[in-house]
């Protein structure tokens, strides 16, 4: 196999980062993947620095053995503890994923933006580093998703703790008047139909799985790595804890192959 039929590689503390492999899948469809979950070991969000930084290691180094031409930090969590310790150490390119919350600092017009994503993201050097990047006149308003993986983790996306989750979340956002909410987790794009539901249609609500598969397009084009083969491709997902939920996410794709594997 030469260079451009390696697949591309992707991982996630669980199955949140299907929502980035589908973006991938859409723009990229003759691309061979990868996609790691590792359930066992979610969510990631609570853990120490040290912690995501060690199973972003694991993940990257199980990635690399598969054959992976490139590799996609598809968890905003282990993007922004782990990215620069995985680009410093490992001769592979590597695309994250970040909270859009400068875009969403650009377009608002209450001057007020929310976001949503874990312990983890929020309290990162990275994140801090965006946010104080920002105009003054920008407020953030921000909120720890806390529970929120664990019962996608568990196929309780809708379900009414779900439901009572996500307005004790987002009800105090709208009373600050946030007009912009940005999806900082990859998991929380499933939620998206019962977020808005809950703001109301004039809320704009973000993410940045488009954005992170446009510069998976681009990277690949600059290294000449864009796999030209016209053979149908393989879809491979690896999960270390049971498959149904996951299963289930992916039932509209019914070329992949989801594969248990205790690691
Ligand atoms: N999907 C993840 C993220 O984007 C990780 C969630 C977690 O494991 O806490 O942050």
């Given at each position: 196999?030469?260079m451009?039929?390696?697949?591309?590689?992707?991982?996630?503390?669980?199955?949140?980062g299907?929502?980035?492999?589908?973006?991938?899948?859409?723009?990229l469809?003759n691309?061979?993947?990868?996609y790691l979950s590792?359930?066992?070991n979610?969510?990631?969000?609570?853990?120490?620095t040290?912690?995501?930084v060690?199973?972003?290691v694991?993940n990257t180094e199980?990635?690399i053995?598969?054959?992976?031409k490139i590799i996609?930090?598809a968890?905003?969590?282990a993007?922004?503890?782990a990215i620069?310790y995985?680009r410093?150490n490992y001769?592979?390119?590597f695309?994250g994923?970040?909270?859009?919350?400068r875009p969403?600092?650009l377009k608002?017009?209450?001057?007020?933006?929310?976001?949503?994503a874990?312990?983890?993201?929020?309290?990162?050097a990275?994140?801090?580093k965006?946010?104080?990047?920002l105009?003054?006149?920008?407020?953030?308003?921000e909120?720890?998703g806390e529970?929120?993986?664990?019962l996608?983790?568990?196929?309780k996306?809708?379900s009414d703790?779900?439901?009572?989750l996500l307005?004790?979340?987002?009800?105090?956002m709208?009373e600050?008047?946030?007009d912009?909410?940005v999806?900082?987790c990859?998991?929380?794009?499933?939620l998206?139909?019962q977020i808005?539901e809950?703001t109301?249609p004039?809320?704009?609500?973000i993410?940045s799985?488009?954005?992170v598969?446009?510069?998976v397009k681009n990277?690949l084009?600059?290294?000449n790595?864009i796999?030209?083969?016209t053979?149908?491709?393989?879809?491979?997902?690896?999960i270390n804890?049971e498959k149904a939920?996951?299963?289930?996410?992916?039932?509209?794709?019914?070329?992949?192959?989801?594969?248990y594997?205790?690691?």
């Amino acid at each position: 196999m030469n260079m451009k039929q390696q697949p591309i590689g992707i991982f996630d503390s669980g199955i949140g980062g299907t929502s980035i492999w589908k973006e991938i899948h859409q723009l990229l469809p003759n691309e061979n993947t990868i996609y790691l979950s590792d359930n066992k070991n979610a969510p990631y969000g609570q853990k120490s620095t040290q912690e995501i930084v060690d199973l972003s290691v694991k993940n990257t180094e199980f990635l690399i053995d598969k054959g992976a031409k490139i590799i996609v930090v598809a968890c905003n969590t282990a993007t922004t503890n782990a990215i620069q310790y995985l680009r410093n150490n490992y001769n592979i390119p590597f695309i994250g994923i970040e909270p859009a919350i400068r875009p969403a600092s650009l377009k608002t017009k209450t001057g007020t933006v929310g976001i949503l994503a874990t312990k983890g993201t929020l309290n990162s050097a990275l994140f801090e580093k965006t946010t104080s990047s920002l105009s003054d006149e920008i407020t953030i308003i921000e909120q720890v998703g806390e529970g929120l993986v664990e019962l996608i983790e568990n196929g309780k996306i809708y379900s009414d703790e779900m439901t009572s989750l996500l307005k004790k979340y987002i009800d105090p956002m709208l009373e600050k008047k946030c007009d912009y909410i940005v999806l900082g987790c990859t998991h929380y794009p499933y939620l998206l139909p019962q977020i808005q539901e809950i703001t109301g249609p004039d809320v704009q609500i973000i993410d940045s799985g488009e954005a992170v598969a446009k510069q998976v397009k681009n990277i690949l084009s600059q290294q000449n790595l864009i796999n030209e083969s016209t053979a149908a491709p393989s879809n491979v997902f690896y999960i270390n804890k049971e498959k149904a939920v996951l299963e289930n996410m992916l039932k509209d794709y019914n070329q992949s192959k989801i594969d248990y594997l205790d690691f």
